[in-house]
């Protein structure tokens, strides 16, 4: 698949994404590994913040519960009307985040972008056009795959942008994954270029608990599956 066509292919996704993110119980890896763990890198809530590719808006209603006052944006139309109808927004928009943010300059104290970079076909276009919404010394937090932990596949071409796919069936539910492999010096290349500092970098490993849980997240205990960044916007 050409990278062009990573946008497109999750927008014909969208009916399949809402379901698995959707169901209880289905994505222990976004519950129980990925959200704990992204949500200790996030600042106090301040005025605005951002969620870049907001999908159906789990991350958007977890900031609400935290105190922020949240806009969204993602590209799917599907996924956008499902996050405005679950609340957890002021504002929503149907866009591409890669092209422009349809905000001002220095609008938010805070960005995110969880798991959402790896899908699109120009990271840099969109993580420049957060440097120019976020104010100085805001804060962007990011998570996305680890490159380390990249298919075996891609692993051979670690500098290379290499897309990737993979389907999973769990419970009966079924999702095709699609994204590109970069490596991580793209990213932390890519954000000093733009006007941040990295300030903090994870890597999330699940509890003994949430093993016992969910086996399935076992092979994270020794297996970097995510990497999380927190970045501050230099004046």
Same mark, same amino acid.
């Given at each position: ?47 605005? #913040? ?51 943010? =349809? ?59 290499? =897309?990737?796919?993979? #389907? ?21 290349? #890519?954000? #000093? ?10 890597? =999330? ?31």
């Amino acid at each position: 698949m050409p990278a062009d066509d990573v946008t497109e292919a999750w927008r014909q996704r969208s009916a399949q994404w809402l379901a698995w993110a959707r169901t209880p119980g289905q994505d222990a890896w976004f519950t129980e590994l990925n959200l704990p763990w992204f949500a200790e890198l996030l600042p106090a809530a301040g005025r605005r #913040t951002l969620d870049v590719g907001c999908g159906e808006g789990r991350l958007g209603r977890f900031l609400l519960s935290r105190g922020h006052a949240v806009c969204g944006i993602d590209s799917s139309p599907l996924l956008v009307d499902a996050a405005r109808a679950s609340g957890g927004y002021e504002e929503l928009v149907c866009g591409n985040a890669s092209a422009s943010l =349809p905000w001002a300059d220095r609008a938010f104290d805070l960005a995110v972008a969880h798991m959402v970079l790896q899908d699109m076909p120009d990271p840099a276009a969109c993580i420049a056009e957060v440097a120019r919404v976020v104010r100085p010394d805001g804060s962007f937090c990011l998570a996305i795959p680890n490159p380390v932990n990249a298919p075996a596949a891609s692993r051979s071409r670690y500098f290379d942008e290499t =897309p990737g796919g993979e #389907t999973v069936v769990r419970n009966g539910l079924t999702m095709d994954f699609v994204w590109i492999d970069r490596p991580l010096s793209f990213y932390t290349e #890519t954000l #000093t270029r733009s006007g941040f500092v990295i300030d903090r970098m994870r890597e =999330p490993r699940p509890s003994s608990d949430a093993v016992r849980r969910h086996p399935a997240l076992a092979s994270a205990r020794d297996t970097p599956f995510f990497v999380h960044l927190r970045c501050r916007r230099s004046a």
